[in-house]
C-alpha cells in the first residue's frame, strides 16, 4: 500500500523523507553559499585580477596574504573596524536598553510609544544615510548650525573632509540605526520574565532596585549575549552606511575591513587580494563571535 | 505599581524627550521634502515650511523613474522570498520533525552562513553570475538576496514548527492522510501568522539591500532598485537636498508603513530570528 510506503511511524522511511525534504535548500545553498565560498578562498590564493569561471586556474600562492598582513591599509582598517564596533555596540545598548527601559514602564499610550521609540530600525541603511549626510551638510546642515549656536565651535565644520569628524558622523548613522534593534530585543527579553517573579520577590521584602538587579538583569543577560553578538556582526560587516555615506575617506578614516574588501575587489579589481581581506574578515568574526556566545553560554534563568 | 502624579508626570516628559531627539531625522526629512530650496539654504534654519512644497514629490515622481526603482525592488524582494520560503518551509519543517542526521550540523552551518561578509560573497558571485549572464538582471538579486534571507527563515520557521504540536500530524496521518499531506493541509495554515511574520521580515532583508545590487546592477539603469537609485541622486552636481529627500520619503514610506501597521509580526519574526 502506498500509503504504508510513506507511513512516519516507520523510522526507515522517516529519515528518507527528512533527507528529502532538506534536499531543496541543502541543494540551494550549497549552490549560492558554500560554493561561492569555496571559490573565495581558492581565489584568495591566487594573484588574480578579475574572477572568470572559464580561465584557467592561475598557480598557488600566499602572495595576498603576505602583502595583506604587511599592509599598513590593512592594519588601519582593522583598527578603524575595532573602533567602530566598539563605539557603536557600546553606544546602540546604552540607547537601546534605556529606551527599552523606559516603555517598559506601565503608562497611557505604552503601544505607541514602543512602536516609535524603535521606529529608525524601519528606515533604510541607505535612507538614514540621506538623512545624516544632509543633518551633517557642510555648508546648510543643521549639525553645524547647532554646534555654533551652542558654542562648541566658531566656524563650519567640514565633516566629510576631516578625518575624525566623519568618523563620527558614520558612528552616529550606524548608532541611530541600530539602537532599535537593541531596544526591540530588550523588550521582547523583559516580556518573558513572568509578573509572578516580581510578585514573589515582592513579598519577600525586596526593594526595586533588588527586584531590577537580582530578576530583571539575569533574565536579561541571555537575550542580550545573542543580540550584542548580532549587533557587533553588524557593525563589522556593514557596507551601506560607510559606503554611501564617506566611501571609506577621508584619508580611510573610516575604511573598515568590509569597505577595504570591496575596493580592493570592484574599485582596484584585485579580486585574489579582496578576497584575502574578506576571508581574513570572516575569521575575525567567528572568533569574535565564538569568544562572546562562549561566555553567554552559562545563561542563568 | 502605584505612581505619583510628579513621577507619572516626568516619565511623559523623559518620553517626550527621548523620542523627539531620536526621531528628529525622520521629522526632518519630512521638513526638508516640503521645504523650498531657500527654505533649506537660510540659517538660523527653519523649522517648518512656511508654504509646504507639496509639488516637490510630483516633481521627484515624474523626473525620476523612481516607481521604477520601487518596482523593481518589489520584484526582487518578492522573488527572493518566494525561492526561500519555499525550500525554507521544507528545511525548517524536516529540522523541526525528523531526526536526521546530520541536522544538528546544519543547523550549525545555517548559523554561520549569518556571520559571512556580503562583501565577500560578492566576489565570487560575481564572477559566478557573469558567467551565468545574470549580471544587469534583477535574476541576480534574487539569488543574492536568498543568500541573505535562507540562513534567517530556515531557523525561524524550524522555530515556528517547533511550537506546533506533533500530534496535530499524526492525527490526520491516522486518518488517512500521507505524510506531505499533513504539512499542506494540517501544519502550515497552523503555522499561517508565522509564514507570514516570517516572509514579512524577509521582505525587508530584501528591500534592505544595498551591497549586491550597487554590485550587479549598476550599469543596469532600468534594473536599478529603490536604494541604489537614491544613492545616484546624492552627490550628482548640487544636490538638492528638497528633491532627494522627497525620493527618500517615496523609498522609506512602503517599509515604515509596514512597521508602524505590522509592527507585531516583524517583531515576531526579529526575535525569533535572534533567539539561539
Same mark, same amino acid.
Given at each position: 500500500?502506498?500509503?504504508? +510506503?510513506?507511513?512516519?511511524?516507520?523510522?526507515?522511511?522517516?529519515?528518507?523523507?527528512?533527507?528529502?525534504?532538506?534536499?531543496? !535548500?541543502?541543494?540551494?545553498?550549497?549552490?549560492?553559499?558554500?560554493?561561492?565560498?569555496?571559490?573565495?578562498?581558492?581565489?584568495?590564493?591566487?594573484?588574480?585580477?578579475?574572477?572568470?569561471?572559464?580561465? /584557467?586556474?592561475? /598557480? %598557488?600562492?600566499?602572495?595576498?596574504?603576505?602583502?595583506?598582513?604587511?599592509?599598513?591599509? %590593512?592594519?588601519?582598517? $582593522?583598527?578603524?573596524?575595532?573602533?567602530?564596533? @566598539?563605539?557603536?555596540?557600546?553606544? $546602540?545598548?546604552?540607547?537601546?536598553? #534605556?529606551?527599552?527601559?523606559?516603555?517598559?514602564?506601565? +503608562?497611557?499610550?505604552?503601544?505607541? !510609544?514602543?512602536? +516609535? &521609540?524603535?521606529? /529608525?530600525?524601519?528606515?533604510?541603511?541607505?535612507?538614514?544615510?540621506?538623512?545624516?549626510?544632509?543633518?551633517?551638510?557642510?555648508?546648510?546642515?543643521?549639525?553645524?548650525?547647532?554646534?555654533?549656536?551652542?558654542?562648541?565651535?566658531?566656524?563650519?565644520?567640514?565633516?566629510?573632509?576631516?578625518?575624525?569628524?566623519?568618523?563620527?558622523? &558614520?558612528? &552616529?548613522?550606524?548608532?541611530?540605526?541600530?539602537?532599535?534593534?537593541?531596544?526591540?530585543?530588550?523588550?521582547? #527579553?523583559?516580556?518573558?520574565?513572568?509578573?509572578?517573579?516580581?510578585?514573589?520577590?515582592?513579598?519577600? #521584602?525586596?526593594?526595586?532596585?533588588?527586584?531590577?538587579?537580582?530578576?530583571?538583569?539575569?533574565?536579561?543577560?541571555?537575550?542580550?549575549?545573542?543580540?550584542?553578538?548580532? &549587533?557587533?556582526?553588524?557593525?563589522?560587516?556593514? +557596507?551601506?552606511?560607510?559606503?554611501?555615506?564617506?566611501?571609506?575617506?577621508?584619508?580611510?578614516?573610516?575604511?573598515?575591513?568590509?569597505?577595504?574588501?570591496?575596493?580592493? !575587489?570592484?574599485?582596484?579589481?584585485?579580486?585574489?587580494?579582496?578576497?584575502?581581506?574578506?576571508?581574513?574578515?570572516? @575569521?575575525? $568574526?567567528?572568533?569574535?563571535?565564538?569568544?562572546?556566545?562562549?561566555?553567554?553560554?552559562?545563561?542563568?534563568? | 505599581?502605584?505612581?505619583?502624579?510628579?513621577?507619572?508626570?516626568?516619565?511623559?516628559?523623559?518620553?517626550?524627550? =527621548?523620542?523627539?531627539?531620536?526621531?528628529?531625522?525622520?521629522?526632518?526629512?519630512? =521638513?526638508?521634502?516640503?521645504?523650498?530650496?531657500?527654505?533649506?539654504?537660510?540659517?538660523?534654519?527653519?523649522?517648518?515650511?512656511?508654504?509646504?512644497?507639496?509639488?516637490?514629490?510630483?516633481?521627484?515622481?515624474?523626473?525620476?523613474?523612481?516607481?521604477?526603482?520601487?518596482?523593481?525592488?518589489?520584484?526582487?524582494?518578492?522573488?527572493?522570498?518566494?525561492?526561500?520560503?519555499? =525550500?525554507?518551509?521544507?528545511?525548517?519543517?524536516?529540522?523541526?520533525?525528523?531526526?536526521?542526521?546530520?541536522?544538528?550540523?546544519?543547523?550549525?552551518?545555517?548559523?554561520?552562513?549569518?556571520?559571512?561578509?556580503?562583501?565577500?560573497?560578492?566576489?565570487?558571485?560575481?564572477?559566478?553570475?557573469?558567467?551565468?549572464?545574470?549580471?544587469?538582471?534583477?535574476?541576480?538579486?534574487?539569488?543574492?538576496?536568498?543568500?541573505?534571507?535562507?540562513?534567517?527563515?530556515?531557523?525561524?520557521?524550524?522555530?515556528?514548527?517547533?511550537?506546533?504540536?506533533?500530534?496535530?500530524?499524526?492525527?490526520?496521518?491516522?486518518?488517512?492522510?500521507?505524510?506531505?499531506?499533513?504539512?499542506?493541509?494540517?501544519?502550515?495554515?497552523?503555522?499561517?501568522?508565522?509564514?507570514?511574520?516570517?516572509?514579512?521580515?524577509?521582505?525587508?532583508?530584501?528591500?534592505?539591500?544595498?551591497?549586491?545590487?550597487?554590485?550587479?546592477?549598476?550599469?543596469?539603469?532600468?534594473?536599478?532598485?529603490?536604494?541604489?537609485?537614491?544613492?545616484?541622486?546624492?552627490?550628482?552636481?548640487?544636490?538638492?537636498?528638497?528633491?532627494?529627500?522627497?525620493?527618500? =520619503?517615496?523609498?522609506?514610506?512602503?517599509?515604515?508603513?509596514?512597521?508602524?501597521?505590522?509592527?507585531?509580526?516583524?517583531?515576531?519574526?526579529?526575535?525569533?530570528?535572534?533567539?539561539?
Amino acid at each position: 500500500m502506498s500509503l504504508r +510506503f510513506l507511513d512516519l511511524a516507520r523510522p526507515s522511511r522517516q529519515h528518507w523523507l527528512g533527507y528529502l525534504l532538506l534536499l531543496p !535548500a541543502v541543494a540551494l545553498v550549497a549552490l549560492i553559499i558554500v560554493y561561492p565560498l569555496f571559490v573565495s578562498l581558492d581565489l584568495s590564493f591566487q594573484k588574480i585580477g578579475m574572477a572568470t569561471l572559464s580561465a /584557467p586556474r592561475k /598557480p %598557488f600562492t600566499l602572495e595576498n596574504y603576505h602583502k595583506l598582513f604587511a599592509s599598513p591599509d %590593512f592594519w588601519n582598517s $582593522c583598527w578603524v573596524t575595532i573602533k567602530l564596533v @566598539v563605539v557603536v555596540s557600546a553606544a $546602540c545598548f546604552a540607547v537601546g536598553l #534605556g529606551t527599552a527601559l523606559l516603555v517598559n514602564n506601565r +503608562f497611557k499610550g505604552r503601544t505607541l !510609544a514602543r512602536l +516609535f &521609540v524603535a521606529l /529608525p530600525w524601519a528606515v533604510p541603511e541607505v535612507i538614514a544615510v540621506v538623512i545624516f549626510a544632509w543633518i551633517f551638510d557642510s555648508s546648510f546642515g543643521l549639525m553645524n548650525w547647532l554646534f555654533i549656536k551652542l558654542g562648541i565651535t566658531s566656524q563650519m565644520i567640514n565633516w566629510f573632509s576631516e578625518p575624525t569628524a566623519a568618523f563620527w558622523v &558614520v558612528a &552616529v548613522t550606524m548608532i541611530w540605526k541600530g539602537y532599535p534593534f537593541v531596544s526591540i530585543m530588550t523588550l521582547a #527579553g523583559l516580556q518573558s520574565i513572568p509578573e509572578d517573579f516580581y510578585n514573589a520577590a515582592k513579598v519577600d #521584602g525586596a526593594n526595586a532596585f533588588q527586584r531590577f538587579w537580582y530578576i530583571t538583569i539575569p533574565v536579561l543577560m541571555s537575550v542580550l549575549g545573542v543580540t550584542s553578538v548580532l &549587533v557587533v556582526l553588524w557593525v563589522f560587516r556593514d +557596507f551601506s552606511i560607510i559606503k554611501v555615506l564617506t566611501d571609506g575617506g577621508p584619508l580611510k578614516a573610516t575604511q573598515t575591513l568590509s569597505i577595504m574588501t570591496y575596493d580592493q !575587489a570592484f574599485g582596484f579589481f584585485n579580486m585574489g587580494y579582496a578576497s584575502a581581506i574578506g576571508i581574513v574578515t570572516l @575569521v575575525l $568574526c567567528v572568533v569574535a563571535s565564538l569568544l562572546m556566545l562562549g561566555r553567554k553560554s552559562q545563561a542563568m534563568y | 505599581m502605584q505612581r505619583t502624579t510628579l513621577q507619572t508626570l516626568s516619565l511623559y516628559a523623559g518620553l517626550a524627550v =527621548v523620542c523627539g531627539v531620536l526621531l528628529f531625522p525622520i521629522y526632518w526629512l519630512f =521638513v526638508t521634502a516640503l521645504s523650498t530650496l531657500a527654505e533649506i539654504r537660510q540659517l538660523p534654519p527653519s523649522f517648518w515650511p512656511a508654504e509646504p512644497q507639496w509639488s516637490t514629490f510630483a516633481k521627484v515622481g515624474t523626473e525620476r523613474p523612481i516607481f521604477l526603482w520601487l518596482w523593481n525592488s518589489t520584484l526582487a524582494a518578492l522573488g527572493s522570498v518566494a525561492l526561500s520560503m519555499v =525550500v525554507s518551509v521544507f528545511a525548517g519543517y524536516s529540522l523541526s520533525r525528523f531526526s536526521v542526521k546530520g541536522g544538528r550540523s546544519l543547523g550549525l552551518f545555517i548559523l554561520t552562513a549569518k556571520m559571512l561578509p556580503a562583501t565577500l560573497l560578492v566576489i565570487p558571485l560575481f564572477g559566478i553570475f557573469r558567467s551565468m549572464g545574470l549580471i544587469g538582471s534583477l535574476w541576480s538579486l534574487v539569488l543574492a538576496h536568498a543568500t541573505l534571507i535562507i540562513p534567517f527563515t530556515t531557523w525561524m520557521l524550524k522555530g515556528y514548527f517547533d511550537t506546533i504540536p506533533r500530534e496535530l500530524e499524526q492525527a490526520a496521518m491516522v486518518d488517512g492522510c500521507s505524510p506531505l499531506g499533513a504539512l499542506f493541509r494540517v501544519v502550515l495554515p497552523v503555522a499561517t501568522p508565522g509564514l507570514a511574520a516570517t516572509a514579512l521580515y524577509a521582505f525587508v532583508l530584501s528591500w534592505a539591500d544595498y551591497a549586491y545590487a550597487r554590485t550587479f546592477l549598476t550599469n543596469a539603469q532600468g534594473s536599478w532598485t529603490a536604494n541604489l537609485g537614491i544613492t545616484t541622486m546624492k552627490g550628482e552636481y548640487v544636490t538638492d537636498w528638497n528633491e532627494i529627500s522627497a525620493a527618500a =520619503v517615496f523609498i522609506a514610506l512602503p517599509i515604515i508603513l509596514i512597521y508602524l501597521f505590522l509592527e507585531r509580526y516583524l517583531v515576531g519574526g526579529l526575535t525569533a530570528g535572534a533567539e539561539k
